[in-house]
């Protein structure tokens, strides 16, 4: 069985967050979301040692991961895009703003580009509505995109 | 509010913010400052004024001057001319899209007339942050009514009486619901607040908690008050950071006045609310699944009975209802059940706060009074349909509802109603769309989200609507048949028959609804090839008009892929081949040259 | 008790309150077919997630149809279980179960023992309608269990199994909507994870997803090899149930019909399991005395209650979830181990035969055994002792491929001298077996009188954890039993927290022991039929004219002629174990 192996420090805050909720498995997506906070992913060894310490199978962990679209086993772009497909959004063109950066970035939806720069994901209203379609890279949001706006959204953070 | 002589509020919602609501609030400051008025100004920050459209709004209090579409730029002539000389900045203010008049004031303005505001009340009058604004309008004053007052059994029967139904979709009678919570015996009880609103393109419950949090947890505190809990958890999702931050002071507030904790007013009534997190799961808005969720599980959703208000949260009775629900309470127990039953229908009281988007001018989040018709909502307050386009559809319910036409346009908005036209209330999305909009691709849209949504646990939902998706897929690439149809069709009844929760028992509903109101266009996309509202790109394709194009290279320039060619000024041809019909080119024509076949 | 009366089918029925629909129809005869819904009476196993959506029924005034396993049955309520739009939903979700598993039945191992193949029978199924993508997984080859998850479909009950009954916790569900499956963290391999191959996920699979590795013909390749002799062993659980695969009553003891077929099959020696259980009641009877005795001596270094070790799931589980506990159990082998053992000395010797051209198989009720037999400690240069493990399934399709006609088979008997077994073996093969055989031989040995009565009704029975006080002539021996992880984890729990006053307690990973085990003939959730294989044991240990395992005329030889005495240095060398800490370490 391979052990497991992450930064001491890390570790021990992690451990942190476990006991600030009293290792109570109830309060295990909090922790995940929290962990998650702490190293921008939830790579395998973090689910061990959050099962370790909340006394709970790492299966139920994974089980949780997987379950939540929040939750992420991939670490995200250095630029995470996003794109809003709230309704509002898709019938304003979202669609086609989407196809488009995948297409710039050769990524499917959830992926992150090979030098890890970009990742994609696609999230459900983000409530600005009035901006339809809606694009967020990082905290910086986008308003009324359209496909062409694209290589000059990306050209910013090239 | 009267300390300072002059307020401007900044509309402070996810929405304004992302236009950089934020830069227009330090600006104003800033240009304040430097004119040394602000001892007499105030700048705040208040939750969504519901005019996304014409967002960020800035309003001038006292004298009601609403400001749209307004940046950090502007800043300097808001504060020179409008506070210092007391003139109007005119370019800033409302046109009226039918006079082309600029009107001042939200009451005179189309988007707002027809609205009673009662669940956003507060939203874009006071600052959230602050639970003395929150106080001076009456703030907090329910609570202290139904604990000294009141027995919980009389305010369960107001709210009986009032006839307030459920808002987040179900519309279940919320008196009702929680005299069955007060009812039952135990230890331990608890309320919950689901905030998980997942339908996308709706974001009534958002606005809420971000431009009035502590309704919300006065309301929690009095159905604490009436079912005999004295734990409240508000169940949020991930992505609201403004809402969750926006929580978390407002209970940092009400714990330090005493309005949470131990002995509320001297009362010896215990109550506090803790923060859950959703994580990215639409079925979490179901109520067992949001319990399981809360547990630590994956949020999957078990049969009922038993309900939640027998065993929920740790086994224990629970309490759940949705945020507009919450913002309702406090005002029924002060205006009285009288007063609230006398706004809506027969048996649909009050008033209902919908996400208005899609193809509509004025893309809001509105209040309108039960009964009022859906033309009222898409043409007087929405503005009618963009771009002079015909309206074909409005899709109320989210991905649990259905798509109503034109011959329901007059229909009054009720629970009952929409249900009866095949759709349904849900939380209040309300997309409206044009003749652009093939109803096949939006039933396949809502369906794809499903598909991805399901959670898995029953056969019916996990694949049924899968399967439903892939014929749908099927019919959009011109390759359905006729047998598709008739399976759509029973797998579609099915699905509802036999799905777990809600979810499956809702999610055919996109599919069923346009079936029944937009027949002719599946039959186009199965019999014909054809897909009416040119969307279906299998189905279509865009074709340059010789005699229309005047050679100005613009659609060859925009393509992405450059399959447009042709000389200066002589007419471009499109490489069907290499086109992936992305519609810019179509989009860019000046010329209506390019045509959709 | 408040009682409700309803109607199912027009007809009436008065039902006590609490009952499910299901169950209520089943009273008056209405048999609601069901998928996913399992419950074993008498074990912790309830698996009724209402998600398999087959069950339903109509019940007048509700909109939806309402799952029959799950829904209770109210005053009043008219049901009606087949009515067209009834029967159009079960058939239209049966198709969608159908639409995403693949076509392979023919060739399926669950084939012919399938509860998803019965059902399409059964609702006449003769098209699936709803094509379109089907789920891809990859498949998992562990020494004891297969999973081919494209044959799931989340009935859940493998997940109950792992986590409720068992406590293993290494099978959840995993991703969502269409994705979803049953698996391991991180989708690893259960070779990698913490499962004990008890097989109880394999035991309630109702389709092929769950199966164990297959090696019968691994066991035809080694019978038709000239250079070795095969050897067999039978677990005493295999014999009460063998007979299941051949269309006879559960409980039927097919001892020698199935040392007739064996013999048919070419074995070339036809043992019994049971002997090397007489040998581990002389080797863990003694310890137990031993330790026993240094505890009543004030030796303060002696851990009590010594634990049973002969079941190979139940030690994985103590070596994964219990790493701090390694000294209590028992060091005593399995029988199997045992049996192993002194095969390929011993007999070997007597057969002049070098150990590599010597192949002992053993057939179990279980699916450890297979993980067992491929343990490092457990082989000599390579070589292991027992080369192949068997399940009573695997023998039954060897049976069958072979041509023989069961029924009809003469009874035979074993060979010798590792053939020779007491009544005491044969319990060994259900709860509270162990420790009886034990008990029987401790008392004699440490009492120096002869046992009376042999019968241990009170330590007996179905009961998850059981204990009893057993009066070793004026001496009180706590015992405690417990079947089913679950429950031997709650015995742990005790001693860990220092509040167990036992001395000795037997455990089994499955529950009703290895009569229940994973390597059994399917029981499709009828739990009388372990019941009845219980009974079936217990009628052998009745028949046998030697009841106590130190009676074993050739077990006395043996430790005359090789071993010495029990617990002595030979025996120690070729009968005891050690255990591993196998807690995954978090490395910083």
Known sequence: MADIKLPAAKVEELKEVCKKFNNEPGELINVLHAAQELFGYLPAEVQEVVANEMNVSVAHVYGVVTFYSFFSMIPKGEHPISICMGTACYVRGAEKVLDEFKRHLDVKVGETTEDGKFSISCLRCVGACGLAPVVTVGEKVYGRIAPEDVKGILAEYM | ?597 | MEIVQLTIDNKKVVVEKGTTILEAAKSIGVDIPTLCYMKLHDTNFENKPGGCRVCVVEVEGRRNLAPSCKSTCEEGMKINTHSVRVVNARRTVMELILSDHPFECLVCAKSGDCELQSLAQNLGIREVKYQGEKNKYKSDESPAIIREMEKCIMCRRCETACNDVQTVGVLSAINRGFESVVAPAFEMDLDHSTCTFCGQCVAVCPTGALTERDSSSKVMDAIVDPNKTVIVNTAPAVRAALGEEFGMDAGTLVTGKMVSALRKLGFDHVFDTDFAADLTIMEEGTELLGRLGKHLAGDKDVKLPILTSCCPGWVNFFEHQFPDMLDIPSTAKSPQQMFGAIAKTYFADQLEKKREDVVVVSVMPCLAKKYECSRDEFKVDGDPDVNLSISTRELAQMIRNANLNFEALEDDDFDQPMGESTGAAVIFGTTGGVIEAAVRTAYEVHTKKTLERLDFEELRGMEGIRSATIDFDGLPINIGIAHGLGNARKLLEDIKAGKSEFHAIEIMACPGGCIGGGGQPYHHGDVEILKKRQRAIYEEDKGKILRKSHENPFIQKLYKEFLGEPCGEKSHELLHTHYYDKKKKIEI
């Not at chain 2, 005699?547 to 925009?558: A, H, N, Q, Y």
């Open chain 2, 1 to 597: 509010m009267a300390k300072f002589k002059n307020h401007v509020l900044v509309c402070g919602g996810t929405g304004c913010r992302a236009s950089q609501g934020e830069e227009i609030v330090q600006n104003l400051n800033q240009v304040i400052e430097e004119n040394g008025i602000e001892q007499d100004v105030q700048v705040v920050r208040t939750g969504c004024f519901g005019f996304c459209e014409k967002g960020p709004v800035v309003k001038m209090v006292p004298d009601n001057t609403f400001y749209v579409q307004v940046t950090p730029d502007d800043a300097t002539e808001i504060v020179k001319e409008h506070l210092v000389k007391g003139r109007k900045v005119e370019r800033l203010l409302y046109t009226d899209p039918e006079t082309k008049e600029r009107v001042s004031e939200s009451k005179d303005m189309g988007f707002y007339k027809k609205q009673i505001r009662i669940a956003l009340r507060n939203c874009g009058f006071i600052n959230p942050e602050n639970i003395d604004e929150y106080i001076a309008r009456d703030g907090y004053a329910a609570l202290g009514k139904a604990l000294t007052e009141m027995k919980p059994e009389e305010v369960i029967k107001e709210i009986l009486d009032s006839g307030l139904r459920g808002r987040g979709g179900g519309g279940f009678p919320t008196g009702l619901k929680w005299e069955l919570t007060r009812k039952v015996d135990a230890d331990q009880k608890y309320v919950v607040c689901n905030a998980d609103e997942g339908d996308p393109g709706a974001f009534m419950d958002r606005s809420i908690l971000e431009g009035d949090p502590h309704a919300v947890l006065e309301a929690m505190a009095i159905n604490g008050f009436c079912t005999g809990a004295s734990i409240g958890l508000i169940y949020i999702r991930a992505e609201y950071p403004l809402a969750i931050s926006r929580l978390k002071i407002a209970i940092e507030q009400a714990r330090e006045y005493g309005l949470l904790g131990k002995d509320i007013l001297g009362t010896g009534f215990d109550f506090d609310v803790e923060m859950r997190y959703g994580a990215g799961a639409f079925v979490c808005g179901e109520e067992t699944s949001l319990i399981h969720s809360m547990e630590g599980l994956r949020g999957e959703p078990t049969v009922k009975p038993p309900f939640p208000s027998e065993s929920g949260y740790k086994g224990k009775p629970t309490n759940v209802n949705n945020v507009e629900t919450y913002a309702n309470i406090p005002v029924i127990l002060l205006e009285g059940a009288k007063w609230f039953s006398s706004i809506g229908t027969d048996k649909s009281k009050g008033t209902k706060v919908f996400a208005l988007a899609g193809k509509v001018n004025n893309v809001g989040l509105i209040e309108v009074p039960m009964g009022t018709t859906l033309r009222e909502v898409i043409f007087d307050i929405g503005g009618g349909i963009k771009d002079g386009k015909g309206f074909k559809a409005v899709q109320t319910g989210g991905p649990s509802g259905g798509c109503l036409t034109e011959k329901h346009l007059d229909i009054p908005i009720d629970y009952d109603n929409l249900l009866a036209c095949g759709s349904m209330m849900g939380s209040g999305g309300m997309i409206v769309m044009d003749e652009d909009d093939c109803m096949v691709s939006m039933a396949k849209f809502y369906l794809d989200f499903t598909v991805e949504e399901s959670c898995g646990k029953c056969a019916p939902c996990r694949i049924g609507n899968k399967r439903l998706y892939e014929m749908l897929d099927k019919i959009t690439e011109g390759k359905g048949t006729d047998e598709d149809l008739g399976h759509l069709r029973n797998l579609s009844n099915v699905i509802k028959d036999t799905s777990l929760c809600g979810l499956g028992q809702t999610s055919p509903n996109p599919v069923l609804s346009t079936m029944e109101n937009f027949w002719d266009e599946y039959v186009a996309h199965v019999k014909d090839d054809k897909c009416p509202a040119g969307q279906c790109k299998s189905l279509m394709q865009y074709v340059i008009v010789e005699d229309k194009c005047v050679g100005c290279t613009l659609c060859s320039r925009v393509c992405p892929v450059d399959c447009i060619v042709g000389d200066k000024k002589a007419p471009h041809v499109i490489t069907q081949d290499i086109c992936i019909k992305c519609g810019a080119c179509y989009d860019k024509c000046k010329f209506g040259a390019i045509s959709i076949q």
